[in-house]
């Protein structure tokens, strides 16, 4: 009955390494998203995973930026290369089918300096 | 111009005060209308969610969506201090669209 779990919560690295950011959703949920939120912007969509179909990856920034889904469950953002200005809260969302209410886990605070 | 507009605040009410949080939005095909509370740390929750033009009511909260001004709103009543988080707009355009498009939220303040 837990909620949208994403490790780590906090993740400091430095410029021009990579990282990978986790994200559980709710079980039996199939439809899962990620957002980024940068400081003193909205939430800005960046990619969704629909059951065992194509993700829409029409947010994705940059080609820095891949994510995968594993088992229709647990996903992984990985940034590569990264900048400063990746420097934000990565949100992930899921939800029960793609047209119903989005959950929110807590977020991963990615510093790059 | 953004597709969704939300004064950032910040925004400081006493305990007990009415709270009103607006929205303007330009694009016309938007349907449905969402409220998100944001506390610190942590991610949005959704708190209120309306389909087109009209109000909603939930406790001390309205919803409130004007199609016709692209203005929504979100009252809050006799508010509390633990209501004091940001707030965030975000909009969906029809039923085949999963895509929300936020505002950048308004951050809330009530003193007790």
């Known amino acids: 009955g837990a909620g949208v779990s994403q490790s780590p919560s906090n993740k400091v690295t430095e410029k021009g390494k990579d990282v990978e950011l986790r994200c559980d959703p709710i079980s039996g949920h199939t439809a899962l998203y990620w957002y980024r939120q940068s400081l003193g912007q909205g939430l800005e969509f960046l990619i969704y995973?629909?059951?065992?179909?194509?993700?829409?990856k029409s947010g994705l920034p940059s080609d820095r930026f891949s994510a995968e889904r594993t088992g229709g469950s647990v996903s992984t953002l990985t940034i590569q290369r990264t900048q400063q200005e990746d420097s934000a809260v990565y949100l992930c969302a899921s939800s029960l089918a793609r047209y119903n209410e989005q959950f929110f886990g807590p977020g991963t605070r990615l510093t790059v300096l | 111009q953004k597709e969704v507009e939300q004064d950032p605040g910040p925004l400081s009410v006493p305990e007990g005060a009415i709270v009103s949080l607006n929205c303007t939005y330009s694009n016309s095909a938007f349907q449905y209308f969402m409220w998100y509370r944001q506390y610190s740390r942590k991610g949005p929750e959704l708190l209120m969610y309306t389909y087109s033009s009209g109000n909603k009511e939930d406790g001390r909260f309205t919803a409130q969506v004007d199609k016709s001004s692209k203005y929504i709103s979100l009252f809050i009543r006799d508010s509390q201090p633990s209501d004091s988080a940001t707030y965030l707009c975000a909009m969906r355009t029809g039923a085949g669209s999963y895509q929300l498009t936020f505002g950048k939220g308004t951050k809330l303040s009530v003193i007790p």
């Open positions: 995973f629909q059951g065992n179909s194509a993700p829409d």
